[in-house]
């Protein structure tokens, strides 16, 4: 692979955004955010009465959709006839109509295919829930983030955002296309009780030892 991408993983309110984020800018790496791609998706559909439930309606507005990547201040955004729809993917409508968009087994086709062309853009801090088991496997980078259900689900209150965490994660790992789960070799964070700049660190400080060992590894 020509450039490094970093992979977050992690269930929802594991504090992926933050992290992945941080580390981009403190890297100067590219940041993506994969969630957001499923929320555009999801968006689509509801604008489009499009039900999410139904496998193949989904996939019929896949094919259509005009749908493609741009890069604005090293982050990824994903435009729909060239428009970036940052707030809307963000409703409540949104965030529970986006797990069953995501269990669809073309959906994530189209993702896995969409998300390896951001390579493009160059080294990646890429977030999401399969990025480290399907998206990229072949990275060295992968990390797995986690916290308690009660701290997490206060960490989405805080933000004024109410929606059941513990059926989304359940969804989430319990579908048979790419399910939520640690990568094999992940380095994995427990961040409860940390500051976001606290597990932020501990990544960093992984990959600069990944990194050792890669160029130690080379000169043997
Ligand atoms: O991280 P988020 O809450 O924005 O993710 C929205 C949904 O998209 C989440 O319920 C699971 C799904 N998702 C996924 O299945 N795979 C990814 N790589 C990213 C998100």
Same mark, same amino acid.
């Given at each position: 692979?020509?450039?490094?991408?970093?992979?977050?993983?992690?269930?929802?309110?594991?504090?992926?955004?933050? %992290?992945?984020?941080?580390?981009?800018?403190?890297?100067?790496?590219?940041?993506?955010?994969?969630?957001?791609?499923?929320?555009?998706?999801?968006?689509?559909?509801?604008? %489009?009465?499009?039900?999410?439930?139904?496998?193949?309606?989904?996939?019929?507005?896949?094919?259509?959709?005009?749908?493609?990547?741009?890069? *604005?201040?090293?982050? *990824?955004?994903?435009?729909?006839?060239?428009?970036?729809?940052?707030?809307?993917?963000?409703?409540?409508?949104?965030?529970?109509? *986006?797990?069953?968009?995501?269990?669809?087994?073309?959906?994530?086709?189209?993702?896995?295919?969409?998300?390896?062309?951001?390579?493009?853009?160059?080294?990646?801090?890429?977030?999401?829930?399969?990025?480290?088991?399907?998206?990229?496997?072949?990275?060295?980078?992968?990390?797995?983030?986690?916290?308690?259900?009660?701290?997490?689900?206060?960490?989405?209150?805080?933000?004024?955002?109410?929606?059941?965490?513990?059926?989304?994660?359940?969804?989430?790992?319990?579908?048979?296309?790419?399910?939520?789960?640690?990568?094999?070799?992940?380095?994995?964070? %427990?961040?409860?009780?940390?500051?976001?700049?606290?597990?932020? %660190?501990?990544?960093?400080?992984?990959?600069?030892?990944?990194?050792?060992?890669?160029?130690?590894?080379?000169?043997?």
């Amino acid at each position: 692979m020509k450039h490094i991408v970093i992979a977050i993983d992690g269930p929802s309110a594991s504090g992926k955004s933050t %992290n992945a984020r941080m580390v981009a800018a403190l890297l100067n790496y590219v940041y993506v955010d994969t969630g957001a791609m499923f929320r555009t998706l999801a968006w689509h559909c509801l604008q %489009n009465r499009v039900d999410v439930h139904d496998a193949k309606a989904v996939a019929g507005l896949l094919r259509k959709w005009k749908a493609r990547l741009d890069c *604005v201040e090293g982050k *990824v955004r994903l435009l729909v006839d060239g428009y970036y729809p940052e707030k809307e993917i963000r409703t409540a409508e949104t965030s529970a109509a *986006v797990a069953h968009v995501a269990a669809i087994p073309k959906v994530r086709d189209w993702m896995k295919k969409t998300q390896r062309e951001c390579i493009q853009f160059g080294n990646l801090v890429m977030e999401g829930r399969d990025i480290g088991t399907h998206i990229f496997p072949e990275t060295d980078f992968k990390f797995w983030l986690d916290a308690p259900l009660h701290e997490r689900a206060g960490r989405r209150q805080a933000e004024g955002v109410h929606e059941n965490l513990a059926a989304r994660d359940e969804r989430d790992s319990q579908r048979a296309a790419a399910p939520l789960m640690p990568a094999l070799g992940a380095h994995k964070i %427990n961040n409860s009780g940390m500051t976001p700049e606290q597990s932020a %660190n501990l990544i960093i400080t992984e990959v600069h030892r990944r990194l050792e060992h890669r160029k130690t590894a080379r000169h043997k």
